[in-house]
Nanobody, 124 residues
Framework: VQLQASGGGLVQAGGSLRLSCAAS????????TGWFRQAPGKEREFVSA??????DYVDSVKGRFTISRDNAKNTVYMQMNSLKPEDTAVYYC????????????????????WGQGTLVTVSS
């Protein structure tokens, strides 16, 4: 499975961006897709995850970010609204071939495949 993350960029606080994670290869083997982010000088952290029946978010993005999937396009999206400077980070998508529920996707070890990061910069 190969993952391609895109959609990052520079936006002012309060603005919006939509990230995409396009999967190719044996996509039928993936069950949960997650988004993580890593801000400068900080550890990578969980942001959101989606399975066929569950969605989960870190508390800091609830109500602002929305994760969704288009199975026909093998793509997972994350709509990010009301962006804040503290959302500035490199965002990574990841896929798991063994998790069944999004609630189990909070830890990096749950994922088998990772995409390259896409940089999101939110200016104040």
């Amino acid at each position: 499975v190969q993952l391609q993350a895109s959609g990052g960029g520079l936006v002012q606080a309060g603005g919006s961006l939509r990230l995409s994670c396009a999967a190719s290869g044996r996509t039928s083997s993936t069950y949960v897709t997650g988004w993580f982010r890593q801000a400068p000088g900080k550890e990578r952290e969980f942001v959101s995850a989606i399975s066929t029946s569950e969605i989960d978010y870190v508390d800091s993005v609830k109500g602002r970010f929305t994760i969704s999937r288009d199975n026909a396009k093998n793509t997972v999206y994350m709509q990010m609204n009301s962006l804040k400077p503290e959302d500035t980070a490199v965002y990574y998508c990841a896929a798991s071939t063994w998790l069944r529920g999004a609630s189990g996707g909070l830890r990096e070890y749950a994922y088998d495949y990772w995409g390259q990061g896409t940089l999101v910069t939110v200016s104040s």
